[in-house]
């Protein structure tokens, strides 16, 4: 893949995507302050974190991370997560998040499309998100549109900030060997 790609959002912005680098830790970190208390609950890690944020800029064998870039501003950040031996080695599991003012501009189906590729290229047989519903709904029409489908509903699994419960669905899409299949 042809890095930095140049996109343009419906809004006319012009956008760089790019991989994580190492220098942009500094900026990786101010990109997770502006990011709403509400996304970071639902995440995986405690991206306030140093030492998560470090991790990721330094990347490694399990872990692509891209950047989309606004002017000299990271405004989204996906990743995709492998593993290299075992059970899951077929599979990258993938998690995206655009800053709001960016949001329902086109910007996540692009970073998604990025990663969906790197997974084919890397001979992956699946990717793998996991949305909280009536939480993540837009994440979720948004793997949708790109041919995820329920894997599994975990049923009063995950806890929101109040303490109230909320249901975890598992959405998979399958892989075929070049884009043609897509
Ligand atoms: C989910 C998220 C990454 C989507 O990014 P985005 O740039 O807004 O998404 P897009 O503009 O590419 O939207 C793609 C499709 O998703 C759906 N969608 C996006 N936002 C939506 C919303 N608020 N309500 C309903 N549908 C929505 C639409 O179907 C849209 O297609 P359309 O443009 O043809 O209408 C973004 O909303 C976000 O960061 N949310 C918080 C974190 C999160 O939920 N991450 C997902 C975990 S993997």
Redesign the pocket.
Known sequence: MKYPKEVVLTNCTEVSIRPLQPEDEGRLRAFYEEVPEI?RWYMRFDVRDPEVIRAWARGGQDVFSIVAECGDRIIAHARLHTHRYGCYHHQGR?????LPD????????WMLLDLIRYAMEKGLREVR?D?VVGV????I??AR?LDFFKKALLEDFVIGPDGALHDLLIMTKQLHKDWGDF
């Open positions: 996304d993938l998690r995206i998040i655009v960016f949001r329902q501009k086109r910007l996540g189906s998100a949305f993540e709904d837009a994440a029409e948004s549109k």
